[in-house]
């Protein structure tokens, strides 16, 4: 069974940078498209960045131009580069693929 577990998160201030992780394990992931998703506090859990099997991208218009999302089909692991972060962009973060989900990595920008 396929296990995602995020990292990477943290505390930074407004315009800073984070890269989030999500590592596979007990299988393949490269085939499949991966989500990032975020979930701030008292809001729904809402689409970030998608990579798909070949490498498109696509981004919700909230961080088009300041995420990144890539792939390391070595590592199994997929990257969410989040550079001039804003306090709204504080959230738990999870990745998905097929039907699984990561635990969240916790992201808080300071003002």
């Known amino acids: 069974q396929l296990q995602l577990v995020e990292s990477g998160g943290g505390l930074v201030q407004a315009g800073g940078s984070l890269r989030l992780s999500c590592a596979a394990s007990?299988?393949?992931?490269?085939?499949?498209?991966v989500r990032w998703y975020r979930q701030a506090p008292g809001k729904q859990r809402e689409l970030v960045a998608t990579?798909?099997?070949?490498?498109?991208?696509n981004y919700a218009d909230s961080v088009k131009g300041r995420f990144t999302i890539s792939r390391d089909n070595a590592k199994n692991t997929v990257y969410l580069q989040m550079n001039s972060l804003k306090p709204e962009d504080t959230a738990v973060y999870y990745c998905?693929?097929?039907?699984?989900w990561g635990q969240g990595t916790q992201v808080t920008v300071s003002s």
């Open positions: 998905q693929t097929l039907l699984y």
């Open positions: 007990g299988g393949i992931f490269s085939l499949n498209a």
């Open positions: 990579i798909t099997s070949g490498d498109s991208t």
